[in-house]
C-alpha cells in the first residue's frame, strides 16, 4: 500500500537539509536529488542507496532513502533504513511511518498502540485513525468506536472520523449505526458517490459478522466488497443479507 502520494513525498523532501558533501558519493547523492525533484522516486530510490554506500549512518540520506521506498510502496525496502534511523534515536516521521506500516502488517496491534502513545507515529489525524482501527483489529469494539469519537472532535476531522466509524460499524455487522452515520445530513454525510449493490446470498452472514476483526487501514474484511463512499451501501447491503439464499 502507498503511504503518501507523490505530490506529499515531494513536499516533505524540499525541506531535507544538505548532508556535507564531502563524506558521501557526491554523484549519487545529486542523481537522486534530480530524480526526486522530477518524481521520479524509483531513480531516486536507486541513487540514494548507492549514496549510502559511502555514508551508511547519514541521518539526511536515510531520511531521503526511506520517503522514496515509501512513496514506491516498497515498505519491506523502507524499513531497514527507518531502523537504522531509530537506531540512531532521531525522530522522523518517515521512520515511524514504515515501522508502523511493518507492524501493522505483522498484526503486532501491540507495538503499533505503544509506538504511537509514545509520540511515535505518523501524525495527528492518521494517529487517532491508526489506533481506533488497532483497537477493532484487537477486538475492543467500543474502544475503537471512542478513539474514532475523539478523532471527530478535532477541528475540521468530524467529517473524515464519522465517516471511518461508519465503516468501521458496518464492518462488525451494526448497520442501522452506519446507516445513521451516512444518512445524517450535509454536515455529518462524508460523502455521496453512488453505490454498488453486493449480491445476496447466504455469504453474507457467513463471512462478514460481529466477531469478524478487520485489520488496520482495512475498512472491510477481504470476503465482501469494498464498501462505497454512500450511505446507501449499508441499506442495498443490509438488504442483500436479509434476502432469502436460492
Not at 525541506?15 to 536529488?33: C, E, K, S, W
Not at 531521503?64 to 522522523?92: K, N, T, W
Not at 505503544?114 to 488497532?134: H, N, P, Y
Not at 483497537?135 to 471511518?164: I, Q
Request: with cysteine; hydrophobic share 50%.
Amino acid at each position: 500500500m502507498k503511504i503518501l502520494t507523490a505530490g506529499a513525498i515531494a513536499a516533505l523532501l524540499q525541506g531535507i537539509a544538505l548532508p556535507a558533501l564531502a563524506d558521501i558519493n557526491v554523484g549519487a547523492y545529486l542523481a537522486a536529488r534530480q530524480a526526486r525533484y522530477q518524481n521520479d522516486f524509483d531513480a531516486a530510490a536507486r541513487y540514494y542507496t548507492q549514496a549510502l554506500t559511502r555514508d551508511a549512518a547519514n541521518p539526511v540520506i536515510l531520511e531521503s532513502a526511506a520517503i522514496a521506498f515509501m512513496a514506491l510502496g516498497q515498505i519491506d525496502r523502507a524499513v531497514p533504513v527507518a531502523r537504522q534511523i531509530e537506531e540512531q534515536e532521531l525522530q522522523s516521521q518517515v521512520a515511524f511511518m514504515a515501522l508502523i506500516a511493518e507492524d501493522v502488517a505483522a498484526g503486532n496491534h501491540d507495538a503499533v498502540i505503544e509506538r504511537i502513545e509514545a509520540g511515535q507515529g505518523v501524525g495527528q489525524l492518521a494517529d487517532g485513525l491508526i489506533m481506533a482501527w488497532t483497537e477493532l483489529a484487537r477486538g475492543d469494539v467500543d474502544a475503537a468506536l471512542a478513539l474514532f469519537d475523539e478523532v471527530s472532535e478535532e477541528r475540521g476531522l468530524k467529517n473524515f472520523a464519522l465517516y471511518h466509524k461508519a465503516l468501521a460499524l458496518a464492518s462488525v455487522g451494526d448497520f442501522e449505526a452506519a446507516e445513521a452515520i451516512f444518512a445524517g445530513g450535509n454536515d455529518d454525510a462524508p460523502c455521496n458517490a453512488p453505490a454498488a449493490v453486493p449480491a445476496p446470498g447466504p455469504s453474507c452472514s457467513a463471512s462478514w459478522n460481529a466477531t469478524t476483526r478487520p485489520s488496520p487501514f482495512s475498512t472491510m474484511p477481504s470476503a465482501p466488497p469494498p464498501i462505497p463512499r454512500s450511505w446507501r451501501f449499508a441499506q442495498s447491503w443490509k438488504a442483500a443479507c436479509r434476502s432469502p439464499s436460492t
